[in-house]
Every structure is written in structure tokens, then in C-alpha cells.
């Protein structure tokens, strides 16, 4: 079973932070790591993290504002036949092969202000190369239950950019029935 773990990390680029990370990910069985908003601006910041995590294969796509930021980290276990990354910090992702099936795991990070998401549900999918199976997470900044959202109960939710979330990306993805996962929180 591949492991993916996706977290809002809120900042990578201190020592401590990614100390806290390094430990976490020895005590914690995984596969895959996704991260978002990382506060990644800079190449040197990436060199850093790189050097880091020697033992995973990292893509990653820089922020451009002072919160951005997001990546793919794989054991280096796993062969990379592809990865690539959008120019604005919003998507990184990794293609392997695992047990002989294609696999495209995406990291997304999508923007809060409610007309930028709509447009980043949109244009996603150009960023997303086809394959059989895509695994797709991060912080989409959306909660279809505006009691669930702990900023604000629900202000910058809206129902239009769930309607796009489900039509461009979630819905999609469920189409072919003969692949089954399990998702667990």
C-alpha cells in the first residue's frame, strides 16, 4: 500500500521546523508527503530542504507571495518517471510506477480569495497530465460545511467553487470503477 500523507505546513524554512518534520516522518509510516504553503520563495530555501531530506526525491513549486509554496516529496525508493510544477506555487507533482500501475500524485494549494480559486479549480487540469490513476491533495481552501471552517465560520466559502471542485476535479477522478484506495484522516 502507498502511504500519502498531505499537510498545511504553515512555513518550511526554518531549521527547527524541519527538524520537528525530519522526526515526525521517522516515527510516521509513509510514502508520499505533500505540502503546502510552505513560505518557499527562494532556490537557496529549496537547496536547504533538499539537503535536508537526502533520502527522498523532492519537486517543488516555489511560492511567489511570502506564504507560498508547495511540493511532492518520494522515498527515493520509488522511481520518478516525470515531475514538473505550475510558475505560481499552487501545483507540484510526481508520476511513479507502483506495482506496475501509473501514478500521478499532485499537491495543490489552492488560493483563498473566492474569484482566484474558481480560477485555479479551472485551470488545474493543465497542469495535470492524464493517466489511469491521479491521486490529488493539499489545501484546496474550501469547506462545503461553513460550520467546518475554523477561519471566520465559512466567510470565504461559497458555493461556486465547490460546484467547480466537484465537476473539474473530483468527479473526474471517480469515473473509472475499477480502482478502489482507501482514504483514511
Not at 145 to 174: A, C, E, F, K, V
Request: with cysteine; charged share 20%; glycine share 6%.
Amino acid at each position: 500500500m502507498l502511504i500519502i500523507i498531505s499537510y498545511n505546513i504553515g512555513g518550511i524554512t526554518t531549521c527547527g521546523i524541519q527538524a520537528f518534520l525530519r522526526s515526525w516522518l521517522k516515527e510516521t509510516p509513509h510514502d508520499v508527503i505533500l505540502l503546502q504553503e510552505l513560505h518557499m520563495t527562494k532556490i537557496k530555501h529549496l537547496d536547504i530542504f533538499r539537503n535536508a531530506f537526502p533520502d527522498y526525491n523532492i519537486t517543488c513549486s516555489l511560492g511567489t507571495w511570502t506564504a507560498g509554496g508547495t511540493l511532492v516529496m518520494i522515498k527515493k525508493k520509488y522511481d520518478v518517471i516525470d515531475a514538473s510544477t505550475d510558475p505560481d506555487g499552487r501545483t507540484a507533482f510526481i508520476k511513479i510506477i507502483y506495482e506496475k500501475i501509473l501514478i500521478i500524485t499532485i499537491s495543490a494549494y489552492a488560493p483563498a480569495q473566492i474569484t482566484e480559486r474558481c480560477s485555479f479549480f479551472k485551470d488545474i487540469r493543465f497542469y495535470i497530465p492524464s493517466t489511469k490513476l491521479i491521486i490529488i491533495g493539499g489545501d484546496f481552501n474550501y469547506v462545503p460545511n461553513n460550520r467546518r471552517d475554523r477561519i471566520q465560520y465559512g466567510i470565504q466559502t461559497d458555493n461556486h467553487s465547490y460546484l467547480l471542485l466537484l465537476q473539474i476535479i473530483i468527479n473526474p477522478l471517480l469515473l473509472d470503477k475499477n480502482i478502489s484506495f482507501e482514504i483514511s484522516t
